[in-house]
């Protein structure tokens, strides 16, 4: 089952962010033995494979985003062996395993990074990042404007080994994240190394953190908006983001990952973190010789509204799958607010909108063309932890401002796996012990004994679909055809008679087609109607199919 070539372009792959998964230990914080305990878990669920968050040596300053050794595993997590255990694990289920890797920046406790600072000013050592004397007559400002996606200035000033003020260093992120110097070969020599040592080890593929990033503007010039990326956490200041040289990286990493292909058949996947402005830009990231995948962000942003899901869907598979890959679709992650509190509505909390919403969401996006990427505890149905106490916060966005807005605490709290109280099974073997991020007590009703036991839960809708998803040759890679529908209604058609619809209003419409659905993300009691916030499956004759617009068709 591993050997499939082309397995990416239609896979399921569940993102476990590691410290938050299942402890194996008792301290509180997920590690690689819980993942692997986990596995049968996620074999039943139905997913082709797992992509881990950072879990390499770090100060933890941003959750292992900030890496001190890309080949070894932080004690927090484990070790090498229990990594090696894991993949072969995983590889006895069939599940395959991506890991994600940071190459925009690194931890100010990185090895080459502590070197350049002992190195002094006008070093080798300094040219692997991005280091500046300030501007004004004591050098007292930063070398340009810019600030950091997570707050404040996008520079930080060093203290040179004589005691005096002395150059600055670029940090498009936190301060502990120094940003590598892409123009200087060496750190491309390293990134080659690294990919080598854990594609030795067998996995699958990487997921590539910022893969927009790496290359800044050579004349690291003033922004004529320089708090945009602060303003929206989003790679938008086109001086630091989408330079045109990073298309020559994910080139070369396409070349290395070929290569490890031909000796085995066995294709390793490179999937980018790509926040771009438009769809062809994404598009130029997935041309057959750069990444395999990129996510496509667009529809997780996208407000609950047909015309907007409509918009980025076609505009995904005009310009991404016009390029020879597939769209990447994903509706959660760790940086964003979960579906079920996103698509709520403060007037209606309490109903369940948000979550009948979410399950229609999730129905869509995995009969979609393509890849999909599923966030750990979306197929829980977890709504965002939004009222968690300031003194428990670790996010460093809220470090860094003291605001509370966009921090991304509340959708990596550790997930419930039983019972009717904190740990919810998370952590074990030791009495008292607490996660890192404190979960609520209303965590019970999402626990995972309690969702495998019920059939309404969300986890039997997300495995019904997987499994459907798997078995029926019109889902997965391909196209579809948009149908005629109400205002308020999408509905497309997948291969020659599998159509999905959803009504994105609360009332119920006339379904598309006549029948009782194959699947449907909430009750359908009556046939030929489709109740308000759901998406329904159903197996149709080809005459009983309206005829589509006269629009977009793939």
């Not at 690291?220 to 938008?236: F, G, K, N, Q, Y």
């Not at 997300?462 to 499994?467: P, T, V």
């Not at 159509?499 to 909430?522: E, H, I, K, M, Q």
């Amino acid at each position: 089952m591993l050997s499939k070539y082309h397995w990416w372009r239609d896979a399921v792959i569940y993102q476990v962010y590691v410290r938050s998964f299942l402890d194996s230990t008792g301290d509180g914080i997920g590690d690689l033995a819980g993942v692997r305990a986990g596995l049968p878990y996620l074999k039943k669920l139905g997913v082709d494979g797992i992509w881990l968050s950072p879990f390499y040596p770090s100060p933890q300053h941003d959750h292992g985003y900030d890496v001190a050794d890309y080949c070894d595993v932080d004690p927090l997590f484990g070790d090498l062996a229990e990594f090696d255990l894991l993949m072969a694990a995983a590889r006895r289920l069939g599940i395959r395993v991506l890991l994600d890797i940071v190459p925009n920046h690194c931890s100010s406790e990185h090895p080459w990074f502590r070197e350049a600072l002992a190195a002094g000013p006008g070093s080798a050592a300094r040219a692997r990042f991005h280091f500046a004397d300030g501007r004004g007559p004591d050098g007292a400002e930063p070398p340009n404007n810019w600030h950091s996606m997570f707050g404040g200035p996008a520079w930080t000033r060093v203290t040179e080994a004589d005691g005096r003020p002395g150059q600055w260093y670029l940090h498009m992120f936190a301060p502990e994240q120094p940003d590598w110097n892409w123009r200087n070969r060496e750190i491309g020599a390293e990134f080659d190394r690294i990919l080598r040592f854990w594609l030795d080890r067998g996995i699958d593929g990487f997921r590539i953190d910022v893969a927009a990033g790496l290359f800044k503007h050579p004349e690291l010039p003033d922004s004529d908006d320089p708090e945009a990326d602060a303003r929206t956490r989003d790679s938008v200041n086109p001086l630091a983001w989408n330079q045109p040289e990073v298309h020559d990286v994910w080139r070369h990493w396409r070349g290395v990952c070929e290569e490890y292909a031909a000796r085995d058949g066995r294709e390793r996947l490179l999937v980018g973190e790509v926040s771009v402005p438009t769809a062809r830009e994404h598009a130029e990231y997935v041309r057959s010789d750069e990444l395999h995948q990129a996510f496509f962000f667009d529809l997780l942003s996208a407000p609950w509204e047909d015309g907007a899901f409509r918009k980025v869907i076609s505009e995904a598979m005009q310009d991404i799958a016009g390029t020879g890959s597939t769209v990447t679709w994903v509706l959660n992650n760790h940086d964003q607010v979960r579906t079920v509190t996103r698509y709520g509505e403060p007037a209606t909390e309490g109903s369940g909108l948000g979550a009948a919403r979410a399950r229609a969401a999730a129905l869509l996006m995995l009969a979609l063309p393509g890849a999909a990427y599923i966030y750990q505890g979306e197929e829980l149905g977890l709504p965002e932890v939004v009222d968690l106490p300031d003194d428990v916060l670790t996010d460093p966005i809220f470090r860094r401002t003291g605001s509370r807005a966009r921090i991304r605490d509340g959708c990596r709290v550790p997930l419930p796996w039983s019972g009717q109280a904190s740990p919810f099974g998370f952590t074990s073997g030791v009495e008292g012990a607490k996660p890192w991020l404190p979960q609520p007590e209303w965590f019970a009703e999402h626990a995972t004994d309690r969702a495998l036991a019920d059939t309404r839960s969300f986890w039997h809708l997300y495995r019904e679909g997987l499994q459907l998803r798997a078995s029926l040759p019109q889902l997965g890679e391909g196209t579809l055809r948009w149908l005629d529908t109400p205002p308020g209604v999408l509905a497309f058609v997948r291969g020659d008679d599998l159509v999905c619809a959803v009504n994105f209003t609360t009332a119920p419409v006339p379904a598309p087609v006549s029948g009782t659905p194959l699947l449907s993300s909430g009750p359908c009691p009556a046939a030929g109607v489709l109740p308000g916030s759901t998406t329904a499956w159903w197996i149709s004759d080809l005459p009983s199919i309206p005829h589509p617009l006269k629009g977009h068709q793939r």
